[in-house]
């Protein structure tokens, strides 16, 4: 693990009959953050009967004639450490922040780094949500961009983006900036 | 010639994957994977190692033949991506090699595995047995509208013993700020008296936990008085179950809990839970004023560290204590069920069904895990019968 996959399953890999352009994203952030609301609303899902994930989630988006495979993995503490057991091959990160929860900007910060220092993740765009906007507590995105020195970021793509997944406002902005990235990267 | 080529190195491939060297070891392994397969929507975290040594497998098998037949990586791509080996018939040969970079694809054909590998073991049971027992057949319904009886009582009991315990730590919280600043006037509650001479008398540490000990017997004489007040059939029941939440809220407790007793018979555990849980939340009051009386007299300030400590110690007994009582719970349900068939089929059970009382509490664990066999043999027939 931990490598790009070589031989044989590289082979495979090309094998498949598909001719839409596929899109491998995952979808990270501390637990609560709404990551499985977010992915449920992109795959325009029922958001109302949601529960902790224990594990993860993979929905399949058709999006400007590209096929979006979302991987949300469970944010929880103890789930964190399986992270990167699924960012191989991946094209783009989505990474989202509660932004009511303001007590944790820290700690998400921290995760988040660790994230952009993955091998795996060497320079792949990412896509920040600041979600849950819809609070009157929410910090604006410009706010947490500022926070978590986006800034500074040199190596790679990044956008931040305010959303708030139980409305879906702001949402489809993200998708369509991840569709543009992603054509102007791959072509 | 490079169609030819092609041609020869599909057919060769697609032999081998018909072949006992790829079939034994890949069936073996999805037999032996599949069961944490569920058609849950969200995916274990297991699969994803699961997929992961399937990888590895799939890999180093087609490595070996490929190097034993001579086929190097370039012919197997082009081979495998001519539009011969893209017909139907051969993309469903392919599947199990094409899983191992499709996670979805992998995991639907570890579902599959997995209800194949239940509807075998419900053809087993069958042949054996002549008929599938009534576990397995019928009975889904009531089934699940027991369950659900049984999640509304759980889950009332839950709540009651939340507040309970909620209630339990405010006053305790006021309680600390009280004490030692006020020494109460004591109550002439003969219970408080004893209570009373049981701390003097027990010379043996000037700790807490003698007033804990205290308390639960005070908690516990309060219950034997209070059981007789329910007056009806059902006393007994309240007893054992009045116990459950009370020692749940009863934070002093810092000894082993008292033996849990599921309520003996109830008919609608639902309209019963609610009157016990009444009396038993009065008597647990009374019991907690005097608890805190006794506490006064005793004169005694707690350090706030060891109650934090303490509640520590508490929360994990109640966590306990509510698994206990769970499982108490479905044995019971599980009872109550088997009489209920017992007296409403009359046919002779053709089945060795275990005796319902030989049968004690079957854990929570095996029940559930019944549950979702059952479901799935239904999703099964369901299938089948489309077919």
């Known amino acids: 693990m931990g490598e790009a996959q070589k031989g044989l399953l590289s082979v495979i890999e090309k094998l498949k009959g598909t001719t839409e352009q596929e899109v491998r994203i995952v979808l990270l952030g501390l637990d609560n953050a709404g990551k499985t609301t977010l992915l449920k609303s992109l795959a325009s899902e029922d958001v109302n009967t949601i529960t902790p994930t224990q594990g993860f989630n993979i929905k399949s988006v058709a999006s400007h004639g590209m096929k979006l495979n979302v991987w949300d993995i469970g944010g929880q503490r103890k789930i964190r450490p399986f992270w990167k057991k699924y960012l191989e091959n991946t094209d783009l990160l989505i990474y989202v922040i509660d932004s009511a929860d303001k007590k944790r900007f820290e700690e998400t910060g921290l995760e988040l780094s660790e994230l952009i220092d993955e091998e795996n993740l060497k320079g792949v765009p990412v896509l920040i949500f600041a979600n849950k906007q819809d609070l009157a507590t929410a910090s604006p995105a410009s706010e947490i961009a500022e926070g978590l020195n986006l800034h500074t970021y040199r190596d790679r793509e990044w956008q931040i983006q305010a959303c708030s997944a139980v409305s879906g406002e702001g949402v489809q902005d993200g998708m369509n900036w991840i569709c543009n990235n992603i054509v102007n990267k791959k072509k | ?387």
Request: charged letters at 30%.
């Open chain 2, 1 to 387: 010639m490079a169609e030819d080529d092609s041609e020869w190195v599909v057919e060769s491939i697609v032999g081998y994957l018909g072949s006992p060297e790829w079939v034994i070891p890949v069936t073996d392994f999805m037999e032996n994977k599949c069961t944490v397969f569920d058609a849950e929507d969200e995916n274990k975290l297991s699969y994803t190692e699961i997929h992961q040594q399937y990888k590895n497998l799939v890999e180093k098998l087609l490595e070996n033949y490929m190097q034993e037949v001579g086929i190097n990586e370039q012919q197997f791509l082009t081979a495998c991506t001519s539009p011969y080996a893209k017909s139907k018939t051969l993309q469903v040969v392919f599947q199990p090699v094409l899983a191992t970079d499709d996670f979805q694809m992998f995991r639907s054909l570890m579902v599959r595995k997995n209800m194949e590998l239940q509807l075998q073991a419900l053809r087993v049971i069958k042949e054996r047995n002549g008929a599938l027992p009534e576990c397995l057949t019928d009975g889904v319904d009531v089934m699940t509208e027991l369950q659900q009886q049984e999640m509304k009582i759980l889950e009332e009991v839950l709540k009651k013993s939340k507040e309970e315990y909620d209630e339990e730590m405010s006053r305790r919280v006021l309680l600390e700020e009280e004490v030692g600043s006020t020494s109460s006037g004591c109550s002439d509650n003969p219970m408080a008296e004893s209570s009373k001479q049981l701390i003097s008398s027990s010379a043996s540490s000037q700790e807490i936990s003698t007033v804990k000990v205290n308390g639960k017997s005070i908690i516990s004489e309060q219950r034997k008085t209070a059981a007789p007040e329910g007056g009806d059939g059902k006393s007994a029941a309240k007893i054992g179950s009045s116990a459950k939440p009370d020692c749940g809220s009863k934070t002093v407790e810092s000894r082993v809990l008292p033996a849990v007793r599921a309520p003996v018979k109830c008919d609608e555990p639902h309209a019963s839970s609610s009157p016990q849980t009444k009396t038993q939340s009065s008597s647990n009051q009374t019991a907690e004023t005097w608890l805190e009386e006794a506490h006064r007299e005793a004169g005694f300030s707690k350090p706030f560290t060891e109650l934090s400590a303490s509640q520590q110690e508490q929360l994990q007994q109640r966590a306990a204590y509510l698994r206990q009582q769970r499982d108490k719970l479905h044995a019971l349900k599980r009872e109550q069920q088997k009489n209920k068939q017992a007296t409403t089929t009359e046919e002779p059970p053709t089945s060795p069904t275990p005796a319902p009382t030989t049968t004690p509490a079957i854990s929570a664990e095996e029940r559930k895990k019944l549950q979702k066999r059952k479901h799935l043999a239904d999703k099964l027939k369901e299938e089948v019968i489309k077919k």
